[in-house]
C-alpha cells in the first residue's frame, strides 16, 4: 500500500468516525467499512488525543505512518458538538491539521488547516468528498494525491522553519564566539546538530549541498591525529625518474580550508567575477600579497601562456588548460631546479578558479565557513593546533592573529604567515563520559563557548514522537537515581532513529540491541547490576 493510498483509507475513516459520532447512521459504506468490526469487537474508542498516545490512535495505525512523520486522530467534543475544529487529523509535532466540513449532518469536503497560538487557520486548500474519491472503491484519483501533495509540501516547509527556530540560538552563539564545542551524553545528536547549524548558515538543506557548497569541511579527531594532518607537514613525492622519493610541504586540512575562506572573501570584497588573467591579478590584489610577488605570479602564468621569451616553458592555450595541468608544470619545475616557481604560480590560479566557483557573489556579502571537528577531545590538541591556539582566539581574528608556522622557513616566501579569517566557524563536539575529556588543554578550553546538549534537548532536535520522548525521559530518570551514575550518562535520542533518520517505534529491539548492551558496560563492576538492569528496564517499557 503507498502513501496515497493509505492517505485515501485514513480520510474514509476520519469521515466515517465522525459521522457515526455525530448520526449514528449504520447504513454508510464508511459504517460498514470501518467502524462496525471496532464496535462488535468493542474495541470502538470515540473520543481521544492520538497525539498524547490516547488508545483512538490504535484504530488508524495501518494507515498512520508516513515518509515524513507520523498522523494522529484527535477526536473530541466542543460543548457537546462534534462538528467543530476540536475533532481533526494532525501530522505529528506540528499545528497542519485536516478538519472536516459540514451540511446538517453529513460532512460534504475536507479542508488542511493551521492551528497556531490557540487560533486555527484556513489554509484554503479543501476537496469535497466526491472529488476525493472516498467510498468509491478505486484507487486514488487524481485530486486527492493533490490534496495529500500539498499537505505534505506544507509539512516539508513546516518542518524547515521549525528547525531554523530551534537552530537560531545555537546560530547566534556562534556567530558571537567563532568556536563552539556541543558536549553531552552518548547519542544526543551533537555531530547532527552541528551540521544542522551549518546548513542553516551556509543555506543548504541536504548533506549533499553541504558538501558540494565549498563552505563546509569535517574531521573526526583521533590520537594519531597530528599537526601535520591539520595545519601543514611534509609529505613524500612521487618516484623521479631514477627512483627517488623526495619531500614537500603539504597544507593540512583546515590551513586549507582557511584559505580558501580568505580567497573567497578576496572575490567577494574585489567584486570579481571573471576568470581571466586581469581578474587573477586583482584577485591577487586583494590577497594582500606585496607587489613583487603578484608580479612573478602573473608573470610565470604569462609564460606558460607563450608570452614570455623562453623556450623552455611548455605553452598551454589558456588559464583553464594550465589548471589542469599542474603535477605536469610542477614536474617540470623539480626536473629543472626552478624551485616551485610555475608551480606556486598554478597553485594560486587553480585557487583562484575554485574559490570563482564556490563564490557565486553577492554584493558585500561575506559567506561563512564552517569547520566541524568531530570527537575533538579524543586527539592531543596541543599537538594539533600547535601556534594556531593564539589564532583561533575570537578577539584575534584575522591578520591581527597572523602566525608563522612550523615549516614556514620551507615557503616559497620565509615572511609568510597564516591566520584563521573572520568568517571561519569551529564547531566542536564531544561526549562527556569519554574518559579522554580530562586531558584537555585549557587552553583551548577557554578559547570556545561550551554548549550542553542534554537528552531531553536532543527528542526535541530530533523530532522523537511523544510517546518515545516519555519513554526516554522515564528511563534518563531511572539512571539520574543511581548515585554512581549521572546526566552524562543518559540515552540520547539518536538511540531512537533508524539509518535514514527517522524515528524507530519497535521499543523492545530499541531495548535488547541498542540500550540495554550499553547500559550494562555503564553498569560494570557496580553492586547489584543486575536489579539494577531490572529496574531501567521496567521504567522503559512502563
Known amino acids: 500500500m503507498n502513501?496515497?493510498?493509505?492517505?485515501?483509507?485514513?480520510?474514509?475513516?476520519?469521515?466515517?468516525?465522525?459521522?457515526w459520532c455525530v448520526n449514528e447512521d449504520q447504513n454508510t459504506i464508511g459504517?460498514?467499512?470501518?467502524?462496525?468490526?471496532?464496535?462488535e469487537e468493542d474495541n470502538f474508542k470515540k473520543t481521544g488525543q492520538g497525539y498524547n498516545g490516547a488508545k483512538i490512535q490504535k484504530q488508524i495505525e495501518l494507515w498512520s505512518a508516513y515518509d515524513n512523520g507520523n498522523i494522529h486522530i484527535n477526536i473530541q467534543q466542543n460543548f457537546g458538538s462534534y462538528q467543530s475544529t476540536k475533532s481533526y487529523l494532525n501530522w505529528?509535532?506540528?499545528g497542519l491539521n485536516v478538519n472536516a466540513k459540514w451540511d446538517d449532518n453529513k460532512i460534504t469536503s475536507l479542508y488542511l488547516s493551521q492551528y497556531d497560538s490557540e487560533v486555527s487557520k484556513d489554509l484554503e486548500i479543501e476537496k469535497s468528498l466526491i472529488d476525493l474519491g472516498l467510498y468509491d472503491g478505486q484507487l486514488p484519483n487524481t485530486d486527492l494525491i493533490d490534496f495529500f501533495n500539498k499537505y505534505n509540501s506544507i509539512i516539508v516547509e513546516w518542518n524547515i522553519m521549525e528547525q531554523f527556530k530551534k537552530n537560531e540560538p545555537y546560530i547566534k552563539l556562534l556567530k558571537e564566539a567563532k568556536n563552539v564545542i556541543l558536549t553531552g551524553a552518548p547519542g544526543t545528536g551533537k555531530t547532527y546538530l552541528a551540521k544542522q547549524i551549518a546548513k542553516q548558515m551556509i543555506g543548504v538543506q541536504t548533506d549533499e549541498e553541504l558538501d558540494e557548497s565549498g563552505q563546509f569541511n569535517f574531521v573526526q579527531f583521533h590520537?594519531?591525529?597530528?599537526?601535520?594532518?591539520?595545519v601543514e607537514g611534509l609529505r613524500p613525492t612521487p618516484p623521479d625518474e631514477n627512483g627517488t622519493i623526495g619531500f614537500e610541504i603539504k597544507d593540512g586540512i583546515f590551513k586549507s580550508f582557511c584559505q580558501r575562506a580568505f580567497g573567497v572573501n578576496a572575490i567577494t570584497n574585489g567584486k570579481i567575477i571573471n576568470f581571466n588573467l586581469e581578474e587573477f591579478e586583482k584577485y591577487l590584489q586583494n590577497l594582500n600579497l606585496k607587489n613583487g610577488t603578484i608580479y612573478n605570479y602573473k608573470n610565470s602564468i604569462d609564460k606558460l601562456l607563450g608570452n614570455g621569451n623562453s623556450t623552455k616553458v611548455p605553452i598551454y592555450q589558456n588559464l583553464e588548460e594550465i589548471c589542469?595541468?599542474?603535477?605536469?608544470?610542477?614536474?617540470?619545475?623539480?626536473?629543472?631546479?626552478?624551485?616551485?616557481?610555475?608551480?606556486?604560480?598554478?597553485?594560486?590560479?587553480?585557487?583562484?578558479?575554485?574559490?570563482?566557483?564556490?563564490?557565486?557573489?553577492?554584493?558585500?556579502?561575506?559567506?561563512?565557513?564552517i569547520f566541524i571537528i568531530d570527537e575533538i577531545n579524543r586527539g592531543e590538541i596541543s599537538k594539533i593546533f600547535g601556534e594556531l591556539f593564539f589564532s583561533i582566539d575570537p578577539s584575534y581574528r584575522g591578520k591581527k592573529g597572523a602566525v608563522k608556522t612550523q615549516y614556514s622557513n620551507l615557503h616559497d616566501d620565509e615572511k609568510e604567515v597564516f591566520f584563521v579569517p573572520e568568517n571561519v566557524y569551529i564547531i566542536g563536539s564531544m561526549n562527556d563520559i569519554d574518559?579522554?575529556?580530562?586531558?584537555?588543554?585549557?587552553?583551548?578550553?577557554?578559547?570556545?563557548?561550551?554548549?550542553?546538549?542534554?537528552?531531553?534537548?536532543?527528542?526535541?532536535?530530533?523530532?522523537?514522537?511523544?510517546?518515545?520522548?516519555?519513554?526516554?525521559?522515564?528511563?534518563?530518570?531511572?539512571?539520574?537515581?543511581?548515585?554512581?551514575?549521572?546526566?552524562?550518562?543518559?540515552?540520547?535520542?539518536?538511540?531512537?532513529?533508524?539509518?535514514?533518520?527517522?524515528?524507530?517505534?519497535?521499543?523492545?529491539?530499541?531495548?535488547?540491541?541498542?540500550?540495554?548492551p550499553l547500559l550494562n558496560e555503564y553498569l560494570r563492576g557496580m553492586p547489584d547490576s543486575s536489579e539494577k538492569i531490572k529496574l531501567l528496564k521496567s521504567a522503559f517499557t512502563a
Do not use: C
Not at 459504517?31 to 464496535?39: A, F, P
Not at 603535477?327 to 590560479?349: G, T, Y
Not at 578559547?447 to 511523544?466: D, G, Y
Open 3 to 19: 502513501e496515497y493510498e493509505q492517505f485515501k483509507h485514513l480520510l474514509e475513516y476520519f469521515v466515517a468516525h465522525l459521522e
Open 31 to 39: 459504517y460498514q467499512n470501518y467502524i462496525k468490526r471496532l464496535i
Open 92 to 94: 505529528d509535532l506540528t
Open 223 to 230: 590520537p594519531s591525529y597530528d599537526y601535520t594532518d591539520f
Open 324 to 369: 589542469d595541468n599542474y603535477n605536469d608544470i610542477k614536474d617540470f619545475d623539480r626536473k629543472n631546479n626552478l624551485h616551485n616557481i610555475f608551480a606556486s604560480a598554478v597553485k594560486k590560479l587553480s585557487d583562484f578558479r575554485d574559490n570563482l566557483n564556490t563564490n557565486n557573489p553577492k554584493p558585500n556579502e561575506i559567506k561563512p565557513f
Open 435 to 516: 574518559r579522554s575529556v580530562e586531558s584537555f588543554d585549557f587552553a583551548m578550553r577557554r578559547r570556545f563557548t561550551w554548549i550542553e546538549i542534554s537528552a531531553e534537548q536532543s527528542a526535541v532536535n530530533m523530532n522523537l514522537p511523544n510517546e518515545t520522548k516519555s519513554k526516554m525521559k522515564k528511563l534518563n530518570e531511572q539512571i539520574s537515581q543511581f548515585g554512581e551514575l549521572n546526566a552524562s550518562y543518559h540515552i540520547g535520542a539518536a538511540y531512537f532513529l533508524d539509518s535514514n533518520g527517522k524515528a524507530r517505534e519497535d521499543y523492545d529491539s530499541i531495548w535488547s540491541l541498542r540500550i540495554e
